[in-house]
C-alpha cells in the first residue's frame, strides 16, 4: 500500500485460527445458520480473535464504532447457495433462514452486531491469495481512515473430504509508515 511515497504497515493486535491448535477435527458449533459450515467457521473464528482483544462483547464502544469488518474467500458459502439453487430448481419455498444465509456477510452482520462494530462491512472474492488481498485491501481502508481497525477474515470450507475447513482472522489497526 502506497501513501505518498511511503510504505504503511499495519500492526496485528491478534488473531486467531481455525481449525484451533490441538483440534485438527474440531467443528464450530452450528447455531442457527442451516446447510453450511461457512458461517459459524466464519464466526467463530472472528469471536476467538476479538475475544483475544476484549474479552467478552462488546467492544468498547470507541473503538467498535470504527471497526470494519472484512470476509476474504475464495469459494464463499458454496453449501447455501447450491441449497437456494435446488431449491429455486425445484420450485419449493426457500427457508427464509436460507435467503438471509446466502449474502456472504450474513455471519458478519450477526458478529457485528453482538460485538458493536460498526465500521464499513465487505466481502471480497479474491484474486490471488485471500490473506494477501484482504490485508492489501484492509491496509487500504486503515489508510483512508475508513476504520480505525479492520477484523480481517479469510475462511474457505475444505474442497474435498481429505481437507480441512480452513479460517484465519487478525484485528489491525495502522501502523507506522517508513520510507
Given at each position: 500500500m502506497t501513501d505518498?511515497?511511503?510504505?504503511?504497515r499495519s500492526v496485528v493486535l491478534c488473531e486467531a485460527h481455525w481449525p484451533p491448535p490441538g483440534a485438527p477435527a474440531a467443528r464450530p458449533e452450528q447455531g442457527r445458520f442451516l446447510h453450511s459450515r461457512f458461517p459459524p467457521l466464519v464466526a467463530?473464528?472472528?469471536?476467538?480473535?476479538?475475544?483475544q482483544r476484549y474479552g467478552e462483547p462488546p467492544a468498547p464502544p470507541a473503538r467498535g464504532e470504527r471497526t470494519a469488518v472484512l470476509l476474504?474467500?475464495?469459494r464463499?458459502?458454496?453449501?447455501?447457495?447450491?441449497?437456494?439453487?435446488?431449491?429455486?430448481r425445484a420450485r419449493a419455498q426457500v427457508a427464509k433462514p436460507l435467503l438471509f444465509q446466502s449474502a456472504p456477510t450474513a455471519a458478519l452482520g450477526q458478529l457485528a452486531a453482538r460485538w458493536g462494530?460498526?465500521?464499513p462491512?465487505?466481502?471480497?472474492t479474491p484474486l490471488g491469495d485471500r490473506l494477501q488481498d484482504g490485508l492489501a485491501l484492509a491496509g487500504r481502508l486503515l489508510a483512508l481512515d475508513e476504520a480505525a481497525q479492520v477484523l480481517l477474515i479469510c475462511a474457505d470450507l475444505?474442497?474435498?473430504p481429505e481437507e480441512a475447513d480452513t479460517a484465519h482472522a487478525l484485528l489491525l489497526e495502522?501502523?507506522?509508515i517508513s520510507p
Open positions: 505518498r511515497g511511503h510504505h504503511r467463530a473464528v472472528a469471536e476467538e480473535c476479538l475475544r476474504s474467500s475464495l464463499a458459502d458454496e453449501p447455501t447457495a447450491a441449497a437456494v439453487a435446488e431449491a429455486v462494530l460498526a465500521g462491512m465487505l466481502s471480497i475444505a474442497a474435498g495502522p501502523g507506522s
